[in-house]
């Protein structure tokens, strides 16, 4: 072991069983001298689960210190760590305490989108990589502050969109290139998922297991209700617009960003035309529970189906996510995409399933199959912090699939509207009110800066 890594690794020790932090390896077991050293914030069950994963899928990877405003799902996460890890990290409900630690490499946020953007910039500021989950962001501006935060200090930022590491999602990706499917004629992305109808419970105090204030940061004050946090499950600041971009943020966001990866990463369309609405269930949501998107990127169109209203619709069973011999039933598949070219029609899933092109008279003339690429981009990000190449989910690329998001999302709230977007100043051209939602605005204490 050289000098460098022996000091770090007795930082790490010293540093940690200040914070609780006992490491349960010898300095000896660690290996080579480029540990890589994580704190998470944000310790909900896609956080974990991925963040430990990724210390079981790469070498000489470790988690220091967790970070949570709901203590009993951080007490949680640590009993999970030393489960499976065999060492227990230090806890923290203040996430400055993770920014101002030497010790740390990188930072997985895991928080609801809404913390996202301001987190990421904080940890870019502290010299920390990130791995931030999707959706990214709540808003289009926050996406521009959250690359130029990323170039400005010289940071690895990863984005949650897994599909961006699937070696299927290449080989579709050449094939589309080389022009085999012939020239793009329009694309059809589909989230058609599960629901019922979403009721608010009422008001109350706000437990004692939950930092209200600091669980909202940049949203505004609001009263709690159990219907938005839960002390043990996901919760439902999903249908809210002040945490989340609702259903299409959360799975549709995926589709639509490995769609853009194959067909070449376009830029940002030209117009988007949104519908959506309650007139399923009539929910009390904020967010709609169905969607119906056309985007023009000036050649082809792209759209998207999404929300919680067809329950008959399946996402892709996990045993065929995990057999790259297997592909889903695509009719009934809740989350393709259909690629319609001039010589032929692509499927691809999403998280797994591969894809297949489909000639005349329904032959299959071409196909790959795939499983759920997690493991590849949690090995690719720990790659990139150790060589400072671009990782797959670049944080810019993951921006613009983010804004196909926005785009559809502002385009129902101004009134189910055709919006002209402006690729080169990400504004609206046809809309002031457009305008007023592609940026947020933000509590003192927790403000997004013009100037990161």
């Known amino acids: 072991m050289n000098r460098r890594n022996f000091i770090k690794t007795g930082a790490l020790a010293t540093a940690g069983a200040s914070l609780g932090f006992t490491p349960l390896f010898s300095p000896s077991c660690a290996g080579a001298n480029d540990r890589i ?3 998470i914030i944000g310790t909900g069950g896609r956080g974990m689960g991925a963040i430990l994963n990724c210390c079981k899928v790469n070498e000489n990877v470790v988690i220091k210190t967790l970070c949570d405003v709901n203590s009993t799902k951080l007490s949680k996460a640590a009993a999970a760590v030393e489960k499976e890890l065999n060492y227990r990290p230090g806890t923290v409900a203040d996430m400055n305490t993770i920014l101002d630690d030497k010790d ?13 953007t301001l987190a990421t910039i904080r940890a870019c500021q502290a010299g920390k990589d990130v791995y931030v989950e999707k959706n990214p962001t709540v808003n289009i501006w926050e996406g521009r502050k959250m690359v130029e935060a990323a170039r400005k200090y010289r940071r690895i930022v990863q984005v949650g969109f897994q599909n961006r590491s699937a070696p299927y999602g290449f080989t579709a990706r050449d094939y589309i290139a080389s022009g085999k499917l012939g020239k793009i004629v329009t694309v059809k992305c589909y989230n058609m998922l599960g629901g019922g109808r979403f009721k608010e419970q009422p008001e109350t105090p706000a437990p ?6 600091k669980w909202l940061g940049p949203a505004p004050m609001r009263p709690f209700s159990p219907t938005i946090v839960s002390e043990t499950g ?9 945490y989340s971009g609702g259903t299409l943020a959360d799975d549709a966001s995926h589709v639509m960003d490995l ?31 169905y969607q119906s ?15 919680n209203a067809t329950n008959y619709m399946t996402k892709t069973p996990n045993d065929i996510r995990q057999d790259k011999t297997r592909f889903p039933n695509w009719r009934n598949n809740a989350t393709r995409t259909e690629i319609y070219g001039t010589e032929g029609l692509m499927y691809l899933g999403r998280h797994g399933g591969g894809w297949q092109v489909l000639g005349p ?7 790959d199959g795939g499983v759920m690429p997690d493991n590849e981009h949690q090995v690719n990000f720990i790659q990139s912090l150790r060589t400072r190449k671009t990782p797959n989910g670049e944080v810019e690329e993951c921006h613009k699939s983010a ?23 990400e504004k609206f051209l046809n809309d002031d009110k457009a305008n007023t939602f592609a940026r947020g605005n933000y509590r003192e204490g927790y403000v997004i800066p013009e100037n990161v």
């Not at 996901?234 to 002040?242: K, L, Q």
């Not at 990127?297 to 929300?307: M, N, Q």
């Not at 008279?361 to 196909?367: G, L």
């Open 37 to 39: 050293t994580l704190a």
């Open 104 to 116: 740390v490499d990188a930072v997985w946020i895991s928080t609801p989108e809404h913390w996202h």
């Open 208 to 213: 004692a297991w939950l930092d209200w204030d």
């Open 234 to 242: 996901r919760g439902g600041w999903g249908s809210y617009w002040a």
């Open 259 to 289: 769609c853009r990866m194959v067909i070449g990463d376009p830029d940002h369309p030209k117009s988007v035309f949104g519908w959506g609405g309650n007139a399923v269930f009539g929910g009390e949501s904020e967010t709609p529970e």
């Open 293 to 307: 998107i056309v985007y023009d990127f000036g050649d082809f169109t792209l759209t998207c189906d999404s929300g």
């Open 361 to 367: 008279n329904n032959e299959i003339v071409a196909q």
């Open 403 to 425: 804004t196909l998001v926005h785009l559809g999302n502002i385009a129902y709230r101004t009134g189910n509207k055709q919006l002209y977007f402006d690729p080169k100043t």
